[in-house]
């Protein structure tokens, strides 16, 4: 079965600081992943898509990159973070068919 | 106009209540529809997946879709206190240059009280 993981679990940083936050996922090749942001009290913001290994959509311009090094690995980083960045960050994963699949999360703070 | 509109509630209700959970969409081109479950500082979990109109039922849960009106339902019978979560709505255009992506309504939070 499949199964994605995310890292770290929690994470408070401050302003000016870099980021990295990893995503992989086990059980599948090829998939397609995707980075989300969830504020508060507000839906799912799609952030990066990626359809394969260095190949990265970005859908909002923002103070965030996504890299994809290998197959089954995603990665969101920053180089310097911004009291905005806060929220939630979600790793999802599809296959063939259409239904995503969310890890655990990041909650970030910018302190 | 957000592409996916969702009633944030909060909704409340008693233990055993058939809960009912909306969304409304306004691109034509969407042909997939799912729900997620999102229990709070969790990511969400899918529930149902739908194609195009129609019903589809897995256990107490009921995922309704109806193009014509572009209005996406899930309905939970004998709501349990353990179905207290956000529901997000989800859909998602196949193919063309939308593919792979969803659009998701805000959610909506749901308490079963017992």
């Known amino acids: 079965s499949q199964t994605i993981h995310q890292w770290p679990a929690t994470l408070v940083q401050p302003v000016g600081s870099p980021l990295s936050l990893e995503c992989t996922v086990e059980g599948t090749s090829n998939p397609n992943l995707y980075w989300y942001r969830q504020a508060a009290g507000r839906g799912l913001q799609l952030l990066f898509y990626s359809v394969g290994i260095g190949q990265i959509s970005s859908e909002v311009p923002q103070n965030l990159s996504a890299s994809r090094p290998q197959d089954r690995q995603f990665i969101l980083s920053s180089k310097k973070l911004l009291l905005s960045d806060s929220g939630f960050y979600l790793c999802a994963w599809s296959g063939y068919s259409y239904e995503q699949y969310f890890g655990p999360g990041t909650r970030l703070t910018v302190t | 106009q957000k592409e996916v509109e969702q009633d944030p509630g909060p909704l409340s209700v008693p233990e055993g209540a058939i809960v009912s959970l909306n969304c409304t969409y306004s691109?034509?081109?969407?042909?997939?529809f799912m729900w997620y479950r999102q229990y709070s500082r969790k990511g969400p979990e899918l529930l149902m997946y739908?194609?195009?109109?129609g019903n589809k039922e897995d256990g107490r849960f009921t995922a309704q879709v109806d193009k014509s009106s572009k209005y996406i339902s899930l309905f939970i019978r004998d709501s349990q206190p353990s179905d207290s979560a956000t529901y997000l709505c989800?859909?998602?255009?196949?193919?063309?240059?939308?593919?792979?992506?969803?659009?998701f309504g805000q959610g909506t939070i749901l308490t079963v009280h017992p």
């Open positions: 739908t194609y195009s109109s």
């Open positions: 691109n034509s081109a969407f042909q997939y």
């Open positions: 989800a859909s998602e255009n196949a193919g063309g240059t939308s593919y792979g992506k969803l659009t």
